[in-house]
Structures are given as structure tokens and as C-alpha cells.
């Protein structure tokens, strides 16, 4: 029996339900699905990795085959370590797909042993990335329907 570990790397900044839609869509595929947080992430993040991690924590709670982890370097280098063969990324539109597709195919020449695996998510959700959140929130436009509760409240906090 083949034991599946996936792991969906991003900077989740903070996360979306269209993210939230990606975790459910590869919880039900995977065995087991870890959705990993860049630790060194280059821009200037709106919540640190340690906030980022508690409220993907707490919404994918529901997720037993589901773990949240923080990682840096190469992703495929974490994911050897994590002995992972899947790395899992969605793809909302096709205007994602050229900068996925150049990741998968470099992140295939750094380790051949680790396949990339596109999922979409609802077409509700291909217009939401979590700059544009970050964006809305700060300038006071409503973000319900975007984000999981939990997230709303803590983005409100961050902005006042
Ligand atoms: O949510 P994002 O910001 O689109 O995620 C991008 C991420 C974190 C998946 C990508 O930047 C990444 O994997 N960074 C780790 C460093 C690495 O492996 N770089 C080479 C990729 S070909």
C-alpha cells in the first residue's frame, strides 16, 4: 500500500479560502498533506511565520491526514528530508500557470524524485490571492467570504 505524503509549500500570508479550498481538494487525494510556510520569505510579510502557522493551525483543524510545518531553503531539499514525493500547487488561471510551470520544471532538475501535482481550486476562488486580502484589508474594504473567521479578525487587529 503506497502511503502518499504531499506537501503544499507557499507563503500563505495570510490564508485564503481559496487556499483552504486546495488543503480540502488535497486532503481528499493524499494520505497525508503538509502544508509548509517559507521561513525566508523575501518581501515584507504583513504576519510573521509563527502568526501565519497558528491560523493555518487553527482552520485546518477539520483535516486529521492534515499538518502544518515551516521550512526554508529549497523546497525540494525539505522535501527529501520530509521523504515527500508530491509537491502540490494550485493553479487559479492560466496567467499562474507559465511561473508554475518554469518551479515544477526547475524543482524537477534539482530532484527528479519529487513530481509536482496542480490542483484548481473553485472558480469562485480564481480571482483571490492573498496580496490582494492584504491589500482590501488595509485600505478597510470587506474581506468576509475571503478569508476564514479567524483570519478576518486577526487581519482587522493587524490594520487598525
Ligand atoms: O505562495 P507562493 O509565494 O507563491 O510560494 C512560493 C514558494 C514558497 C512555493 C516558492 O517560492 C518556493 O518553493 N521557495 C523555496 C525556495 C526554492 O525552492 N526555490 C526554487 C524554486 S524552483
Given at each position: 500500500?503506497?502511503?502518499?505524503?504531499?506537501?503544499?509549500?507557499?507563503?500563505?500570508?495570510?490564508?485564503?479560502?481559496?487556499?483552504?479550498?486546495?488543503?480540502?481538494?488535497?486532503?481528499?487525494?493524499?494520505?497525508?498533506?503538509?502544508?509548509?510556510?517559507?521561513?525566508?520569505?523575501d518581501k515584507e510579510?504583513?504576519?510573521?511565520?509563527?502568526?501565519?502557522?497558528?491560523?493555518?493551525?487553527?482552520?485546518?483543524?477539520?483535516?486529521?491526514?492534515?499538518?502544518?510545518?515551516?521550512?526554508?531553503?529549497?523546497?525540494?531539499?525539505?522535501?527529501?528530508?520530509?521523504?515527500?514525493?508530491?509537491?502540490?500547487?494550485?493553479?487559479?488561471?492560466?496567467?499562474?500557470?507559465?511561473?508554475?510551470?518554469q518551479m515544477a520544471?526547475?524543482?524537477?532538475?534539482?530532484?527528479?524524485?519529487?513530481?509536482?501535482?496542480?490542483?484548481?481550486?473553485?472558480?469562485?476562488?480564481?480571482?483571490?490571492?492573498?496580496?490582494?486580502?492584504?491589500?482590501?484589508?488595509?485600505?478597510?474594504?470587506?474581506?468576509?467570504?475571503?478569508?476564514?473567521?479567524?483570519?478576518e479578525e486577526r487581519?482587522?487587529?493587524?490594520?487598525?
Open positions: 500500500m503506497k502511503n502518499i505524503l504531499a506537501i503544499y509549500p507557499g507563503s500563505f500570508d495570510p490564508v485564503t479560502n481559496g487556499h483552504l479550498d486546495l488543503i480540502e481538494r488535497g486532503a481528499k487525494i493524499f494520505d497525508r498533506l503538509v502544508v509548509s510556510i517559507l521561513r525566508n520569505f510579510p504583513l504576519f510573521t511565520v509563527e502568526e501565519r502557522a497558528e491560523m493555518l493551525r487553527e482552520v485546518t483543524r477539520p483535516w486529521p491526514n492534515v499538518e502544518v510545518d515551516l521550512f526554508s531553503g529549497l523546497v525540494v531539499e525539505y522535501a527529501r528530508l520530509r521523504e515527500a514525493k508530491v509537491l502540490l500547487r494550485g493553479i487559479r488561471a492560466v496567467s499562474d500557470y507559465e511561473y508554475e510551470l520544471m526547475m524543482n524537477r532538475k534539482l530532484n527528479p524524485d519529487v513530481e509536482t501535482v496542480f490542483m484548481m481550486p473553485a472558480v469562485k476562488y480564481s480571482y483571490l490571492s492573498s496580496r490582494l486580502v492584504r491589500e482590501i484589508a488595509q485600505l478597510g474594504g470587506s474581506i468576509t467570504d475571503l478569508v476564514p473567521p479567524v483570519v487581519l482587522r487587529a493587524k490594520v487598525l
